[in-house]
């Protein structure tokens, strides 16, 4: 029998794991962004779990002050409304940036928008096309 | 006098947002009125410095103790508190393009003076989740300046700011992962309290939150694994923005690292991972930057390398690692913006900066300077910066990073020695020259000028730097100011 708890820390660890892993492994700017909205949310359960009590009630007073049963840390909570605020203020920002990338380079395939950057690197520094493959020149002086 | 330095952070942050207003009216007042306030912030960071010679606490809305906001304001802080305000003066965008309209101009400026408030605040705050806010408020900044671009925003600007805004945003999964950790096993996070609770976290787990806070404030201090954004963001971005971000942020985020590693976690592991992580940074960095066929690149990967040395410097237990580690960060945070400025106009390939030097002797002569310092020359300064670490290292008997340290130094003096010997090479076909910036020089020049004057009273800014240093080594003194009645 699992009880509660322990469920949820695998539901965030489970979170975190999807979300970094397609962070990583997606080539898809759209997935990446995704990704990341799936590990920040593994990231937040885990920091609400930090300070949760299960017998616990709400930390707000409604009876008398002497007589306060055991609440929940309201700390963590409050955290992770800073954290998801700003999570979503990062994600509407990285969306407008897959906008843009959109309108400039017609892909939103990782491997290509990086090459084609790669190669208005290269025209800015009148250099030509850096190819990993490649060595690098050694004529010096 | 004490509840001044709020201002330091609240007094930007108003400001950028009340730009885009006061632009409406006019934008030659927002030119203006920004430096300005900058200007005016700095000299009250100098203020505080005279008048308040002991380190003091801000406990903000006189909550005592570990509920409340904690701002720790010792000699550390306002160091670097007025290096923020002073290198964003230097680098401040002066320039904008003829075709840009006054609300990109007045966003850069925004964006800015954004990236000041986070950073002031920064240097300031005694709570890892504050640190994490003001963390992510620079990131934010930051992608903004990136995504400005070099001279207009452009499609490698937008990819180059994405990249770097992932690389940065899983740092800070990470970061908040770690925070969760350490709240999870203390059930605080107050710097000061945590310092106090220390044991707890001495176990794997309590690890394992450290490698999580060291990879997502990593990200920006350009640490080894988390640093592939640098070379493209620096690339992408104005050269003022790349200054900014290798001279200033990253010396923020070691900051908070360093914090970590002073106050909470003395252990060995925590140091050894530091030191292999700085080892790899510095070898990658070094090797990188020899090969790259252009300025701008190859001061990118000179950067992270430098960042891997003074990561080998806070490796060093104790006040000599705290003493070497501040002045390998200062050194870098004075030469590498300077470098960056003399790039402006040199940012392409390598093979045609061939005798630029007549055409730009002063820039030329400049490079020189910080390049030799960079080395290690006897006067200069990077000549006492490498002295300490490498004296702190052997004390540590840690022959390995010597030896490392020492051979990197020979990589790096091939790779700048390349550079100035084609700056002074003769070359028939004179490629089209074009002028550096009248602020571009007169910001290098100053620049150059500090590094001059550290030069010839090296003895008193290293009796300065020693205080500082012990200071900020000084935990007992963090725990009883932090959380006693506030001095």
């Known amino acids: 029998m699992f009880d509660i708890a322990s469920i949820l820390f ?63 840390d309201p700390v963590p909570q409050a955290m992770v409304l ?37 190669q208005e690197f290269a025209d800015m520094a009148d250099l030509p096309i850096e190819t990993r493959s490649v060595p690098a020149r050694n004529d010096q002086s | 006098m004490k509840e001044l330095i709020v201002l330091t952070f609240a007094v930007p942050l108003l400001m950028a947002f009340l730009l885009p207003t006061i632009s409406r009216v006019s934008f030659t007042l927002s030119k203006l009125i920004a430096p300005l306030v900058l200007l005016a912030l700095a000299i009250m960071v100098v203020c505080i410095w005279n008048f308040h010679t002991e380190t003091f606490v801000l406990h903000i809305g006189n909550f005592i103790g570990p509920q409340g906001i904690v701002f720790y304001v010792d000699r550390l802080a306002l160091l670097f508190a007025f290096a923020i305000f002073a290198m964003t003066l230097l680098m401040w965008p002066w320039y904008f393009e003829k075709d840009e309209s006054s609300d990109t101009r007045t966003r850069k400026l925004s964006l800015t003076l954004l990236l000041v408030a986070a950073s002031a605040g920064m240097s300031l705050s005694g709570d890892i989740f504050n640190l994490y806010v003001f963390y992510e408020l620079l990131a934010v900044a ?91 963001a620096y690339m992408a971005s104005s050269k003022r923005v790349a200054g900014l971000l290798a001279g200033l942020v990253s010396k923020l985020a070691v900051l908070v690292i360093i914090k970590a590693l002073v106050l909470i976690y003395p252990q060995d592991e925590a140091r050894q991972l530091l030191l292999f992580l700085g080892i790899a940074g510095v070898i990658v960095g070094e090797f990188s930057a020899m090969k790259a066929q252009d300025m701008t690149r190859m001061l990118s990967w000179s950067s992270i390398a430098q960042l891997g040395l003074v990561f080998i410097a806070f490796s060093i237990p104790g006040k000599a690692g705290m003493l070497a580690g501040l002045a390998v960060a200062l050194h870098h ?18 093979q045609n900066l061939k005798g630029r030097a007549q055409s730009s ?13 960079m080395v290690g020359i006897p006067p200069l300064p990077g000549f006492w910066v490498k002295f300490l ?90 725990i009883d100011l932090s959380l006693g009645g506030g001095s």
């Open chain 1, 82 to 118: 800073t954290a998801i605020v700003i999570g979503v203020g990062v994600q509407a920002l990285a969306l407008t940036m897959i906008i843009r990338i959109r309108n400039a380079y017609g892909t939103l395939n990782m491997r290509e928008v990086k090459l084609k950057m790669e």
């Open chain 1, 10 to 72: 695998a539901g965030a660890t489970g979170l975190l794991v999807i979300g970094i892993g397609g962070m990583v492994l997606s080539e898809h700017l759209y997935r990446m962004l995704l990704a990341l909205a799936i590990a920040e949310a593994g990231a937040n359960l885990m920091l609400v779990l930090a300070g949760f009590k299960w017998s616990a009630s709400a930390p707000i007073i409604t009876v008398s002050v002497e007589s306060i049963p055991a609440m929940v």
């Open chain 2, 333 to 350: 945070l004075i030469s590498k913006p300077a470098m960056f400025l003399i790039a402006e106009r040199w940012g392409g390939s390598l």
């Open chain 2, 142 to 232: 930051s992608y903004g300046l990136i995504a400005a671009g070099n001279k207009k925003p452009a499609g490698n600007s937008y990819a180059a700011a994405f990249r770097y805004l992932m690389i940065s945003a899983l740092g800070s999964v990470f970061a908040l992962l770690g925070i969760a950790l350490i709240y999870f096993q203390t059930g605080t996070l107050n710097l000061a309290h945590l310092s106090e609770m220390k044991e707890l976290l001495n176990n794997p787990a309590g690890l394992i939150a450290f490698v999580f806070i060291l990879l997502g404030f990593g990200v920006k201090a350009e640490l080894f694994p988390v640093n592939s954004w640098v070379p493209e």
């Open chain 2, 361 to 373: 002797p002063i820039m030329a002569a400049l490079l020189i300077l910080f390049a030799l310092s």
């Open chain 2, 389 to 478: 670490l490498l004296s702190g290292l052997s004390a540590q008997q840690a022959w390995l990073a010597i030896a490392v340290v020492l051979i990197m130094t020979v990589v790096e003096t091939n790779y700048l020695y390349r550079v100035i010997s084609s700056l002074y090479s003769r070359d028939e076909q004179q490629s089209v020259t074009s002028r550096h910036r009248t602020a571009d020089t007169f910001s290098a020049l100053i620049l150059a000028g500090v590094l001059i004057f550290v030069s010839v009273q090296v003895q008193t800014v290293g009796q300065a730097l020693d205080e500082i240093a012990q200071d900020a080594v000084d935990v007992k003194s963090y």
